[in-house]
DNA sequence: ACGCTTAGTCGAAGCGCTTCGAGGGCTAGC
DNA sequence: GCTAGCCCTCGAAGCGCTTCGACTAAGCGT
């Protein structure tokens, strides 16, 4: 392996010279820095990475924890993955990903692998919330909890767009309107997005004066059909659904086209979750984008905030859009 | 931060003792163990992983590189890597995630970031095979070169999927069949899979002296649209076809619908896709199953083995296998 | 001509850990 | 009773890098 002192005697340097043309904290001769240079090309030098965290105790490695929990979809986990790890790329960081859930944080951020970590899949009352305080490492947590402990939070803002679901369809003259929202473990986990979802729903709702009911779905086809079943047994008269729920939604599409209401000439809908989903359906349909790849930027964003600028916490929640895709029109008896 | 020599202390022995309890690289008597053990959990010791690393010349880290490429589905990408984390998690390993695409084989590896790499999405004449060979790190490729020059190789055998597909088709009695299959791009970049797929397809074609058609698709309802006008153009007696794009699948299948070829009714489909894609059709398809967490779990067994035992370089190639779902069946005709 | 600053470089002291060789204290063998 | 051998532990020497303080030479104003 050639180390810094093999650049340094060929270049005919210190190593600490080489050391500081490197990293450019202090000034360097230009005929001397192309010494260097030359002695690193010749040479092939590559910088021990564990060797400069430890002396300089920055590793410029970001801790990614994406809990890869049953009933959240692994697509749309996956695609805050990429998003970070491209923000993060950008920014001169390495990811280090990790699925695992139990000791992981006190192993990966106490043992100084990562300067920072990036937190998802939070729930109301996490608790790696408290571990992380404690830990004081800069974190960004993509999800709300109820008490963010002076820790930076991004995230889609689902109480808006739960609402604006519905006020898109109660605007069109929709007055019985259901939420196919997230399985019921992720409800009872008390996951923050969900929660969050179904209120701002709930509430939308019920100031515009319109019926509504939410159905925790599980993301299958069986969960699907079953539903289904429950929404035209519960509320027959249902003429718009909000769909919260990836997995589920081609199923619930075609469920309901099997029992002869079809979308959107009988049943209006929209659906929460990524664009591509969205385009995936046939047709494609309406839908509140769940931007992750933005998302994950700006967690990267606000975590180099924190790392080079000593930021505070921050709480920075994403404006909700309809996008219009042609699944919602006004009900028949108000067409 | 509180080093080994705060707990050999506390525990009143040598630091190199404190070492060797933690890595049980020699005997420590139950009793200085036990002083050791408490000593670490009353002040909170944790190993400094960069320490670690600089001095024992592993990092326990696995690279992986999934370049994010256009025209390969992300999704799929990612399937792939949770099956990798997992793996490498269960193995003691972390992993750090790496999209870019261009010096980072050398920054990574050459900085001793990681002690060996899964490297994504091979091309056949992949640039970056000669590097990994000269660097001499252990590695898995998850796809199949050309010249895989002493590297493991873990894949779906795509060739053999080609032909598995296609054999199952005319086996039913089919004729005349086409693949629409992955995107110009990849295919131009001589992406490993890809050129294998077809390869197998159409000799099992020949073979069994049924007309084929490839047509690569892009992944989009515009490109599913073209494909479709093209097949029906070229191969306008078409009685199946084999769709290897998840991206364009569901629009393929209603672009025929909306041409009054229905599937299974009029065209047989068998599609090749992760499991979960598959179910996500409606109806569901009968698929080759692209066992992506698998492939990604063997890949890590493969690396370990390499690490730990100095394997030789190995090419294991998955069988594919036809999970049936319902749309395919004998042609009209033949029916 | 004088001290002062600034630019450019060096040497040495760690960062926290692993590992090697050595050595003390025992037991066992004869 | 002495030594061979084993078990357990210690101390010291690094791993490759950063960083601090110090030093030299040159440039500046007065």
Redesign the interface.
Known sequence: MVTIDDVAKRAGVAPSTVSYALSGKRPISGETRERIEKAIADLGY??????R??ASQR?D?IG?MAP?RVGVD??VI??F??GV??GA?ASGY???????EDGVL???V????VDAVVVMDVEAADPRIPQLSALGRPTVLIGLPAEPQGLSCIDLDFARAGALAARHLTGLGHRSIALLGSPAEVMERHTSYAERMNRGFTDACEGAGAQHLVIPTNP??SGAEEAVERLLAELPDVTALVVHNE?AL??V??ALRARGRSVPEDLSLVALCPE?TA??????VTSIDLPAETIGRAAIDMLTAIIDEGAPGEVRLIAPQVVERGTTRAPRSAG
Chains 1, 2 share one sequence.
Do not use: C, E, K, Y
């Open positions: 590559r910088q021990h990475a564990s060797a965290a430890l590793t490695v990614l890869l692994v697509n996956m695609q993955v990429a790890v491209a790329n390495d990811v280090l990903l990790v699925t695992q006190d192993r990966v106490g043992s100084s692998m299958s086809v997995v081609p199923h599409i075609s591509n385009l995936a359906q046939v047709p494609p």
